[in-house]
């Protein structure tokens, strides 16, 4: 239950942070979309920094249904946690969301209007996503205690080098579509963005589960 509970509370305070620096970007840039973005993604980062190093040792800081299906390919997550994880983690990114709202006094239920479709868009989501998870399983391999760190920087220069600003994540694109802000996406293109994700998952999982698996064979040997 700890776990669930980790699960739910990181998503939900990722949202808030992912969608309230967006409001706040935007209301202070004046029209500047630049400012506006690289303050998103610095108090994304930042957010992410803190929220992975005080959840991992309580579930492992997934915060993402991408992230949890490939730790449960690889056995480091017992399937029947799966099902709980992702709705633990949709929950609370929904919830992050209306407390973003809130806070800013906005409508708490809203209907994106950000158009975000497009093969370009998809590719980039696919590697944005496979690109983290390649970040995750080589930081873990590598060096488990900077996962935090290395997580959050990738994500902050994933927003400037994707073409989407690095979603990467099914339970925040589903949860940012109910956001006619900055950082929401229309409810339509919601779909392309998540087979796009489980596509980049899949590859970056595979990949990382072959890479540093062979490395660790060959030290080793």
Request: aromatic share 8%.
């Amino acid at each position: 239950m700890r776990a669930l509970v980790a699960e739910a509370i990181g998503s939900a305070l990722l949202l808030a942070v992912v969608v309230g620096s967006g409001i706040m970007g935007q209301t202070l840039a004046a029209g500047n979309d630049a400012v506006a973005l690289l303050a998103n993604a610095l108090a994304t980062g930042a957010g992410l920094l803190v929220l992975i190093t005080l959840f991992a040792p309580l579930s492992g800081a997934h915060f993402n249904p991408a992230v949890s299906l490939v730790m449960a390919a690889r056995g480091e997550l017992p399937w029947p946690r799966l099902l709980p994880y992702l709705a633990a983690q949709v929950a609370g990114a929904v919830a992050g969301v209306l407390l973003a709202h809130a806070m800013f006094g906005l409508p708490l239920l809203q209907e994106s209007q950000h158009l975000r479709s497009g093969w370009p868009q998809w590719l980039a989501e696919v590697t944005a996503t496979a690109g983290l998870l390649l970040t995750i399983l080589g930081g873990v391999r590598h060096a488990r205690d900077k996962v935090p760190l290395l997580v959050a920087l990738y994500i902050v220069a994933a927003y400037w080098f994707t073409a989407s600003t690095s979603f990467a994540n099914p339970a925040v694109t589903l949860a940012r579509s109910l956001s006619d802000t900055f950082a929401g996406i229309a409810p339509a293109d919601v779909g392309g963005f998540v087979l796009a994700q489980l596509a980049g998952a899949a590859i970056g999982g595979g990949l990382g589960g072959w890479l540093f698996a062979a490395e660790q064979d060959t030290a080793g040997a």
